[in-house]
């Protein structure tokens, strides 16, 4: 089954910058999505095809592809950042089916 | 201002029924893609269906054959009937609206599977 690797965790200092991996060999061929989802909440779309921002979204987050790999960054992380963030993507096989990697645990420290 | 409202949800013995609507409002309810998605407590998110705007569903094997996704355009209504619920089912369930540019999400329904 087609699955989305992100480390459980990342944590980071204010000000500083945060990058989240989310990997699978299909990824070139999908685009990716990121969602934040704080405590209680549901989730929240912060970064779509690989690299495009909702409007809303603030500036310090971007997100990049290179290979199987895709990334959101946090620039200037904020306490306000600290939530789990999923990425999202569609199998490619030519099954309709949508994945989301494990969730990676943003702790600003 | 697009909402999506979530109802339904609840406890339900193992091997029972459930049916979940979420109402939407603030957007042409019918030119979307629709999608199910829950997240257990303290796990991460599972795509659970999808239907498309010509009606069209799709299930991941999880689900398949026990959950059916409709959706009645003229009350920019989407449904989910869940049939012969396990205690692995429990979750919060998500509707969400989709396309290429990404989900808008409800708030969500608990349904908890509990004899």
């Known amino acids: 089954s087609y699955e989305l690797t992100q480390p459980p965790s990342v944590s980071v200092s204010p000000g500083q910058t945060a990058r989240i991996t989310c990997s699978a060999d299909?990824?070139?061929?999908?685009?990716a999505y990121w969602y934040q989802q704080k405590p209680g909440q549901a989730p929240v779309l912060v970064i779509y095809?690989?690299?495009e921002r909702p409007s809303g979204i603030p500036e310090r987050f971007s997100g990049s592809s290179s290979g199987t790999t895709v990334t959101l960054t946090i620039s200037g992380v904020q306490a306000e950042d600290e939530a789990d963030y999923y990425c999202?993507?569609?199998?490619?096989?030519?099954?309709?089916?949508?994945?989301f990697g494990g969730g990676t645990k943003l702790t600003v420290l | 201002e697009v909402q999506l409202v979530e109802s339904g949800g609840g406890l339900v013995q193992p091997g029972g029924s459930l049916r979940l609507s979420c109402a939407a409002s603030?957007?042409?309810?019918?030119?979307?893609?629709m999608h199910w998605v829950r997240q257990a407590t303290g796990k991460g998110l599972e795509w659970v269906s999808a239907?498309?705007?010509?009606?069209?569903?799709y299930y991941p094997g999880s689900v398949k054959g026990r959950f059916t996704i409709s959706r009645e355009n003229a009350k920019n209504s989407l449904y989910l009937q869940m049939n012969s619920l396990r205690a692995g089912d429990t979750a919060v369930y998500y509707c969400?609206?989709?396309?290429?540019?990404?989900?808008?999400w409800g708030q969500g329904t608990l349904v908890t599977v509990s004899s």
């Open positions: 969400a609206r989709g396309d290429s540019s990404g989900w808008y």
């Open positions: 603030g957007f042409t309810f019918s030119s979307y893609d």
């Open positions: 239907i498309g705007t010509a009606g069209d569903t």
């Open positions: 299909a990824l070139p061929k999908q685009y």
């Open positions: 095809k690989d690299s």
């Open positions: 999202q993507s569609a199998d490619s096989s030519g099954t309709y089916f949508w994945v």
